[in-house]
């Protein structure tokens, strides 16, 4: 068996020991038709107030200018379908965030995973990366064949559906690179742009993030939500799933087995009074290791305070 071939194995093989459920790899190379769509997409104004996301351009379409000598881009999938659902009366949150933060959470598994690669494969240059960074990792997840992009923007999987987290760990050691996914099984379902409480969802899988729910309770900072937008949350406080939840192929989705994402039992149960009425100090203590805390204390009352509204 040749080295290349060994390494790949060992590498899906270790993805999967890592806490992982799926692995996918990709050449390295320059991502230039998605360089044009993210232009097109900052150009009309879609990231709103996410100025950050017009920062490092070059960076999150050349892996290269991340790892030099960068070779090979894997891509790993980490299911977050929960097995346990909040209270028919609880202010509405994102199933991601149900559990500790996700982003603790992969990047300590991803830095087990080069260690392991390492270890065996020998001296490897390689940065993880989870969300935070300038990486398309939805774009690398379609070119190492691990699934399509649905209407609503998720990466989907025809077996599993799109709750799953994306991680990407590029390397500067050559694998074997699995065919990209060619096909798209969204077919003449609309169901996602249909349900979108603030028709955030376009055509051509573009998404306005300015317009989504998860961006006015979650990334709008130290602001007020607009006007317009009243009566269209639907009780949600944190984040939004509705595009999700309406997915066909998330009928498939399987609850998760990482224990890190057990259920705060504050977020399944929790009535709006008791949120309203929780102190600064409890939300600190309860949410210190939550997803909760990118929004803070306040951003948690501004958004109770608009949906109730």
Not at 98 to 103: A, Q, V
Not at 218 to 246: H, R, T, Y
């Amino acid at each position: 068996m040749k080295a290349k071939e060994t390494h790949t194995n060992f590498v899906k093989r270790t993805a999967i020991q890592c806490g992982f459920d799926h692995c996918g790899i990709a050449k390295a190379e320059q991502l230039t038709d998605d360089a044009r769509r993210l232009e097109s997409w900052l150009q009309k104004g879609y990231n709103g107030s996410m100025q950050y996301m017009e920062n490092h351009f070059d960076l999150r379409i050349n892996p290269a200018l991340l790892v030099p000598g960068a070779r090979s881009v894997i891509t790993l999938l980490k299911n977050y379908f929960p097995a346990q659902h909040q209270d028919v009366a609880t202010p509405k949150i994102s199933k991601y965030a149900f559990g500790k933060d996700y982003h603790e959470v992969i990047k300590d598994s991803l830095k087990d995973f080069l260690s392991l690669l390492q270890n065996k494969i020998g001296e490897i240059n390689g940065r993880g990366f989870v969300d935070s960074a300038p990486v398309l990792e939805r774009a690398w997840a379609v070119k190492s064949g691990l699934g399509w992009i649905g209407k609503n923007g998720n990466l989907i999987k025809k077996q599993n559906g799109s709750l799953f987290f994306i991680a990407t760990l590029i390397v500067d050691v050559e694998l074997e690179y699995d065919d990209a996914f060619a096909k798209d099984y969204c077919g003449s379902c609309t169901k996602c742009i249909d349900s979108c409480p603030t028709a955030a969802i376009m055509s051509d899988k573009v998404i306005d993030g300015s317009k989504c729910i998860s961006y006015f309770t979650i990334e709008l900072k130290d602001a007020l939500i607009p006007d317009s937008m009243k009566g269209k949350f639907d009780n949600w406080m944190f984040g939004c799933d509705v595009c999700q939840d309406v997915c066909p192929w998330n009928r498939f989705s399987k609850p998760h087995n990482e224990i890190r994402f057990t259920p705060i039992p504050e977020i399944l149960n929790l009535s709006t009074k008791e949120w309203q009425n929780m102190t600064e100090e409890t939300f600190k203590q309860v949410f210190k290791n939550s997803p909760l805390k990118r929004s803070k204390y306040s951003g948690i009352q501004r958004n109770l305070k608009f949906i109730q509204q």
